[in-house]
DNA sequence: GTCTATAGAACGATAGAC
DNA sequence: GTCTATCGTTCTATAGAC
């Protein structure tokens, strides 16, 4: 039998696949049903493989809980940047560019029972979270892609499209007039929101994001 | 033995006064522990009660976290519309009394440990309460005390204070800018905010609200 | 005497851990 | 697969109010 045949190769000393596969079912569960109602057993279930695996790789179901966040934290910190990236990178027309960063944007992190959807249960759980996990959690999620949205409006207002006086306080206008309100809407994700009406919320949101922080 | 000892009255018909100490009690620990955490006989040692008692009351958990939710975002939005009266009937220096009134008002929302503190349990609870329900506390609550404050933007704009094109929009933006970076930051009042913290964000989005809405 | 409320034990199911 | 703890819920017995 050929090692090519991932299920032959079931015995071996490393099992990434697993521990993958544990990861992404538990973000999915996690994310759809919060960290107290996820049950070791569902999240067994949905990848495969035995409870007992799961304590092997992650110990216990807090380990597990706090691994999968700091990982989908990352992950989707790039999927974000490259939205960024592609809408934002060479401007066409500056408040539809905007408008579908901020419409993909929140798709992204509202999406519901995707597995990097797990943002609102960490928030659900903030007040039991370690702090230095938590911190260590907005590092590599919320904090990065906001440095992120930053760099790009500074390097929009150099191009003179946008007035911009503090990168880190137009980045903060945009995501609260931008997102804020959809995932509030929304309750991060949990109850889906209406295509219209995250447009409606995201149009009006740039407009006055763009009237704060006008061409000069 | 007199009847003004409530423990004399133990057996008597109604007994409001339990119901009122089950609900100030489940409010207090669902706020604190969550919706799945909080145990019934936490609730009940809270409260001062047996068990049972709240079963007579309420039926079961669920219904008690529903009617406690109901209740609390009532009380909470007669509260933030007495701050508003406060600080918007009179205005005397627009800037500061709109920072005051924002500032008041986040502290009450986001206090943490505090009877109607529950809103953070709720939503972080979203996907699991029947849609009417949650429509029910959004009346009562959020959109409640959105209305209210739409109602003194416009009376301000009236006054020649404000431009206000639509004060709903209006209402959003000040929301926006002045409570949900704060209630961001602490995860709804899950980890506390600094006071100079959440003056100094509420500060700066006071100034961006009137550079979207300034005295014509 | 009957009714209601209470306290506390007991039950059954669930779920984390090994 | 098993063990054990926890928790929501129910049952039983006691006591005061009318």
């Known amino acids: 039998m050929s090692t090519a045949n991932p299920a032959a190769t079931a015995g071996s000393r490393r099992m990434p696949e697993k521990r993958q596969a544990i990861a992404r079912a538990a973000s999915t569960v996690f994310g759809r049903e919060g960290y107290t109602r996820a049950s070791v057993d569902a999240i067994a279930t949905e990848a495969g493989v035995s409870k007992r695996t799961i304590y092997n790789h992650f110990g216990d179901k807090e380990k597990l809980f706090l691994s999968v966040a700091l990982e989908t934290a990352g992950e989707l910190t790039e999927i974000i940047a490259g939205l960024a990236d592609r809408h934002l990178h060479k401007i066409v027309d500056l408040e539809a560019d905007l408008t579908a960063f901020a419409v993909d944007r929140a798709k992204a992190v509202l999406s519901v029972g995707e597995h990097y959807a797990l943002g609102r249960t960490i928030r ?32 929009l207002a150099a191009q003179g499209l946008l007035t911009v006086d503090d990168p880190d306080l137009a980045a903060t206008h945009f995501t609260l007039l931008t997102f804020s309100g ?35």
Chains 1, 2 share one sequence.
């Open 124 to 155: 659900a759980e903030a007040g039991n979270i370690p702090p230095d996990v938590l911190a260590a959690w907005l590092a590599a999620g919320p904090l990065a892609s906001h440095r992120d949205l930053a760099d790009h409006l500074a390097r």
């Open 182 to 216: 959809a995932a509030d809407q929304s309750f991060y994700g949990a109850v889906p929101i209406s295509d219209t009406a995250l447009r409606t919320t995201v149009t009006t949101g740039v407009q006055a994001f763009l009237r704060l922080h006008p061409r000069p």
